[in-house]
């Protein structure tokens, strides 16, 4: 069973740009999660969501930023005109079902770098 | 609101001694607690959980944590510490919403 999968593993933009990370989750897995990992800091939540559905969007900056989990495909998370400070690592996360006592699991990470 | 704290930015501890790192929490309801690992240029790894139930919990790795409701903790611990432990460790508490909050993690540094 292959784990959650996140590519491209390293992204780098200019300030300006967009950027679109993906996920796959876990086979069997409808709940993905993006997490925002900033140097020397712990992650953040950013948003929460169910196949074609965003349950828990309350850690996403209100502009540049949305994401999406459709019926077929990796999940998105697209950044648009990216600044500087959006340079960090962001994890997906995924779980089978929608239950405090079910613990997740990680992507290895995509990294961008804003130059 | 819920909270997670790991009062240590970093934890420094010698092969073969007994390790600790501590995570305290602030929860209305229930707490569902998780210890993860990560290591360098990695995701996080799942170690334990708490749900309900004996408040000692095993772990991956030879890993332990004790579940202390009056004390609002759940320290991680293992009895004889190994090089390879060293990682970063995040402290987690679930809502029944699905979301985790994270504690801002302790770097365990163990030395030969």
């Known amino acids: 069973n292959a784990g959650v999968m996140q590519n491209p593993r390293h992204l780098v933009r200019r300030r300006g740009q967009e950027a679109r990370l993906r996920c796959s989750p876990m086979?069997?897995?409808?709940?993905v999660y993006w997490y925002r990992q900033l140097p020397e800091e712990g992650l953040k939540f950013m948003v929460y969501?169910?196949?074609?559905?965003?349950?828990?969007e309350s850690g996403m900056p209100k502009e540049r930023f949305s994401a999406e989990f459709p019926k077929e495909g990796p999940s998105i998370l697209r950044i648009q005109q990216v600044v500087r400070g959006d340079s960090a690592a962001y994890f997906c996360?995924?779980?089978?079902?929608?239950?405090?006592?079910?613990?997740?699991?990680f992507g290895p990470g995509t990294r961008l770098t804003v130059t | 609101a819920q909270s997670v704290a790991q009062p240590e930015d970093q934890v420094n501890v010698a092969e073969g001694n007994p390790l600790t790192v501590k995570c305290t929490y602030s929860?209305?309801?229930?707490?569902?607690l998780f210890w993860y690992v990560q290591y360098p240029n990695r995701g996080l790894q799942f170690l334990l959980k708490?749900?309900?139930?004996?408040?000692l919990v095993k772990g991956s790795y030879g890993f332990e944590a004790e579940f202390n409701k009056s004390q609002t903790s759940f320290h991680l611990k293992k009895p004889s510490a190994l090089v390879s432990d060293s990682a970063l460790y995040f402290c987690?508490?679930?809502?029944?919403?699905?979301?985790?909050?994270f504690g801002d993690g302790t770097t365990l540094t163990v030395k030969p």
């Open positions: 996360a995924s779980s089978p079902l929608r239950t405090e006592s079910y613990e997740q699991y």
């Open positions: 086979k069997g897995h409808s709940h």
């Open positions: 969501l169910q196949k074609e559905n965003i349950i828990d």
């Open positions: 929860v209305s309801g229930n707490p569902y």
């Open positions: 708490y749900i309900t139930g004996d408040n």
């Open positions: 987690a508490l679930n809502t029944n919403a699905g979301k985790s909050t």
